[in-house]
């Protein structure tokens, strides 16, 4: 039988994602048969105190989906034990729980410092055999070194085909949708390039700050937090040659061979082509919020902002660069990839301002959709023809029929039954990891020599001045979606 081991149960990422996410796949009838969920936390809780966190959290989740017969299902699924993970005698309750079962999946959802320990103590308790898995939770290390150590502590109790390193951007819908577009699709591919690409923007925009979370945020700011992985995945499925085919393997080649290509920053140019910011207090579109050091107590040099400009250095993108940026406290919750076009080589038309240059964004947040701009006559009799820009939408919600489009799923819905199943193909495999970790040590290692500390921004702004001088340098600006 198949057994659902998630250790931080009660934490978090469990409550707030993991138990909502199994909720609703219970609802689709997309949980296998006889799947047992255990929840393996330090503290003491009954399963019935535990359970009515996870309705709660549920309810608030499930919106028009909510119903008493699918939790009442999945809550029969679930179990709760308090474990001592770090060692084979503070897991034996749990292994009671799982009996004969062998298919079992453990899901990390705790620090990455226990990751080793808990590992150890799973290999010494007899509970990893060749069909276990285990999912682990960003961030996996600090830096390209505790990943390392890190993975070499995994990798004692299981191949790398057992492990899925979980980058939870890879379950969201749009970011799939991308490479159905790239791919099943013959008329963008041959655009995909520098010949009619001007840049590329990635824009991760949230509203919150990093309040209670600042003992984690303080050691590793916006690159390692956000970049490191969200992003520089995005501009790997933007970047990649097409694979070969869906396999996972096939897949994470292309991306690696993006990291691998990526234009080492070094502290000579660092100041030119990336920004540090962190937010002061004010007010932000909520009402007034603490600044970052306010809510660590103390001073602190840590990026709650980046912005950087990378190149890959290949054929493909030679000279194209790829502008990242993302921070707290912006004035949006906002996950965009902008594909600017090139403009027309030579304009007939005689209006200056409104011929634009095609544009695809793909939004991921607030609203997953696939967008292009293209220029078109305005309607009338003017002498002189008129353009304007229109905006056409590639989403799958709208299908000119009227069709409801599907309910927005959870990122790791996806992801767990991706791991559940032994599919890899959107996790993160350990060479792409330590190449971006690789680069990401350079931006931070350069910051360090040169000396670079974090510009200050206001909230409710999109970060300090210096992020739109990054594009303005190179003649361009930030997409604002007007
Ligand atoms: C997490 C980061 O990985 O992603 C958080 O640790 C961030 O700091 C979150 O808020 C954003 O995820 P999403 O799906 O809301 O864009």
Redesign the pocket.
Known sequence: MAALVLFGGGGDLAIRMLLPSLYFLEHDGLLPDGLKIIAAARSEESREAYLARVKDSVIKRADGHWSDESFARVAERIDYVAVDATSAEGLSALKEKLGDDRELTYFLAVSPSLYGPIVRALKAAGLTGPQARIVLE??VGRDLESFRQIDAEVAHAFDERQVFRI???LG?ETVQNLIALRFGNTIFEPLWNNLSIDHVQIT?G?T?G?GD?WP??DE?G?LR??LQ??MLQLLCLVAMEPPSDLDPDSVRNEKVKVLRSLRPISAANVRDVTVRGQYVGGHGPDGPVKGYEEERGAPSDIDTYVALRADIDNWRWAGVPFYMRTG?RLPE?R?EIVIQFKPVPHSIFDQRGDVVANRMVIE??PEEDISLTVMNKRPGLDQRMQLQPIRMSLSWGVDGKGAKPPRRRI?YERLLLDAMAGDSTLFVRADEAEKAWEWVDGVSEAWAEAEYRPHIYRPGTWGPDAGDRLLARDGRTWNTND
Do not use: F, I, S
Request: glycine share 0%; charged share 30%; aromatic share 16%.
């Open positions: 960003k961030p980058d939870h951007y969201k991760v949230e919150v990093v979370r984690y945020y590793y916006a937090d956000m992985n969200h707290k919750k996950t991921l947040q990122a």
